[in-house]
């Protein structure tokens, strides 16, 4: 029925069922709420999420692994302790937002920028796809903040 008709109706109350389960906070410390087991662990509960259906373990995976993983890898502590503890009991959901149309996901390609100004950051360009765009909370946006320097900063 979800592939049939393109829509999952009850997607947030899934993903609210993947946080008390712990499958959302597999590679974040248990300080923010997660387990801590590592990438084996979400390995195995991907697999066994794509063997009942591949879309659901994709935003499934794009919560855990796409958004709260690039929190714990690269957030700011403030960035963790505000966003981690409700992504990772699933009463957030997460995207990501990297693919250019002319770079793909070759983030070393991509055009958009961020230029600070202030407190914030002023983003340019164009995302092709965002990976739980239409249900994410919240969003990881990778720019590049010094388009002549290769390598990335997390803002």
């Known amino acids: 029925e979800i592939d049939k008709n393109d829509h999952f109706p009850q997607l947030r109350e899934y993903i609210r069922n993947c946080g008390e389960m ?17 990438y084996f662990s979400i390995a195995l509960a991907a697999e066994e999420n794509a063997r009942v259906n591949a879309g659901i373990a994709m935003t499934t995976g794009a919560c855990s692994n796409l958004f709260i993983n690039q929190i714990v890898r690269n957030g700011s502590e403030e960035q963790k302790e505000t966003l981690l503890p409700d992504h990772v009991a699933g009463k957030l959901m997460g995207g990501l937002a990297m693919t250019e149309l002319n770079a793909g996901s070759d983030v070393m390609s991509m055009k958009t920028n961020a230029v600070k100004k202030g407190d914030f950051y002023v983003i340019n360009g164009n995302k092709f796809w965002i990976t739980n765009g239409p249900v994410a909370d919240h969003i990881v946006l990778y720019a590049k903040t010094n388009p002549s320097r290769q390598g990335l900063k997390f803002l």
């Not at 712990?22 to 590592?38: A, H, Q, R, S, Y």
């Open 22 to 38: 712990g499958i959302l906070g597999l590679t974040v410390p248990e300080k923010f709420g997660g387990t801590d087991l590592g």
